[in-house]
């Protein structure tokens, strides 16, 4: 069975610093997404950026990037310039392709301090 | 604009009282989900919807049921709820089964007395 562990529960970063969220996964697939999804207090849960495994070069989606390691099964978000807005619980999730069902982490709650 | 809608945002029940939750999307997905949230803890699906069909995961107690009367909505049923059903319930949506992305609601957070 696939699993997604996030081993901080919560994680705090300076405004305009960077933080790093970790990720590690088990499955036997070689197919499958890797998403990092932000829930931001009492808001709904939105895609923050996707990864799919077959491709090599890490995702970026602007202030936000992957550091996917396949062998390792590690897949972390770094946060750049981080902003007040980016307070929030972030699950790492996995879906195999063509399945139907994400599988979440447990999530890491970040604190952004002004 | 709201694409996944989900009502009420906040419900409270007796316990072993029935209590329905809404999902509507504009979306236009084929697939809509069903996940349990508990606190500090990581979504759990429920079920899915793909168009009519319905899909129950393994796990789901025989108290949760639900309907979809249309593509645009879908509904929650808790037939007697009992305190360990107090949860956040998020409603979410992908175009197939195949598409990697969900598109959540807000959700509904539950409380049973």
């Known amino acids: 069975a696939q699993t997604v562990t996030q081993s901080q529960p919560e994680m705090s970063v300076q405004e305009a610093e960077t933080v790093t969220l970790s990720c590690t996964y088990d499955?036997?697939?070689?197919?499958?997404?890797l998403f990092w999804y932000k829930q931001p207090p009492s808001r709904q849960m939105i895609l923050v950026i996707r990864?799919?495994?077959?491709?090599?070069q890490n995702a970026t989606e602007n202030r936000f990037s992957v550091n996917f390691q396949k062998a390792a099964k590690s897949f972390s978000l770094k946060i750049s310039d981080s902003q007040l807005g980016d307070a929030a619980m972030y699950f790492c999730a996995y879906r195999k392709t063509g399945g139907f069902k994400t599988i979440f982490g447990a999530g890491t709650r970040l604190f952004v301090k002004a | 604009d709201a694409m996944v809608i989900q009502n009420p945002r906040y419900q409270v029940t007796q316990f072993g009282k029935p209590v329905t939750l809404s999902c509507s999307q504009t979306?236009?997905?084929?697939?809509m989900y069903w996940y349990q949230q508990k606190s500090s803890q990581a979504p759990k699906l429920l079920f899915h919807?793909?168009?009519?069909?319905?899909?129950n995961e393994a796990d789901t107690p025989d108290n949760f049921q639900s309907r979809r009367p249309n593509t645009s909505f879908c509904f929650l049923d808790i037939r007697s709820p009992g305190l360990g059903d107090a949860a956040m319930y998020l409603c979410a949506t992908s175009r197939s089964l195949s598409t990697d992305t969900q598109y959540f609601g807000p959700g509904t957070r539950l409380t049973v007395l």
């Open positions: 979306l236009n997905h084929n697939v």
């Open positions: 499955t036997s697939e070689s197919d499958y997404y």
């Open positions: 919807y793909y168009d009519k069909d319905f899909n």
């Open positions: 990864q799919e495994a077959y491709k090599q």
